[in-house]
């Protein structure tokens, strides 16, 4: 599905009845990296772990991400949907998690593109998915959510389940153990 034009809405707006959710999810992930053996994640984004809507966006690179592990070096940004495996095959061709566009200029603008890491909670599927944001990029964009702007639509399959990120940390010489 290719991306049509947007009507941009304030997306703390439109996902204020599920900011809670949202901050639910954020406490998944940093219990994943914790039983990964990353043990020094810092919440650090503008509203990280809070179960209600705080006012302002964030202002700079010490408050854009939601997780910060000073060890690594590498940040994380928390990412979710509701959706299975199979309501985003009958959406798109192939089932994918999206990344907001936005999020990945961001992480472009700091130079952070090969140190920031999307952790996806799918918590209907029942699963924890990773990618590096340098590969999210790699893939269509697409349209997802109405009025918030075009989305990578990373391939399910092209996200790595938490053995295979750990796995790939140390690979490239992140991980700590």
């Known amino acids: 599905m290719a991306v049509s034009g947007y ?9 204020a009845s599920e900011w809670g959710h949202s901050s639910d999810r954020e406490r998944v992930a940093q219990d994943w990296l ?3 053996y990353i043990t020094d994640v810092v919440p650090c984004g503008n509203g990280t772990l809070i179960e209600s809507r705080i006012p302002g966006y964030h202002t700079d690179i010490s408050d854009r991400f939601d997780f910060y592990s000073p060890s690594l070096g590498i940040y994380f940004e928390v990412t979710g949907s509701q959706w299975t495996k ?10 994918i998690l999206a990344v907001l566009k936005a999020k990945v200029d961001d992480a472009y603008s700091y130079g952070l ?16 998915r990773f990618i590096k944001c340098s590969e999210a990029r790699k ?9 918030e702007g ?6 399910w399959m092209n ?3 938490p053995f295979r990120f750990q796995l790939e940390l140390l690979r490239r010489g992140e ?3």
């Not at 090969?114 to 909670?121: A, E, G, H, K, T």
């Not at 893939?139 to 009025?147: E, K, M, S, T």
């Open 150 to 155: 075009p989305y990578y639509g990373v391939p």
């Open 7 to 15: 009507l941009k809405v304030d997306p703390k707006q439109k996902y």
């Open 113 to 128: 593109e090969d140190r920031l890491w999307f952790i996806f909670v799918a918590e209907i599927q029942g699963e924890v």
């Open 86 to 95: 199979r309501k985003s095959a009958e959406r798109f061709e192939n089932p």
């Open 34 to 36: 914790r039983l990964l």
């Open 175 to 177: 991980g700590s153990k």
């Open 139 to 147: 893939h269509p964009l697409v349209d997802y959510a109405r009025g």
């Open 159 to 161: 996200w790595l389940p």
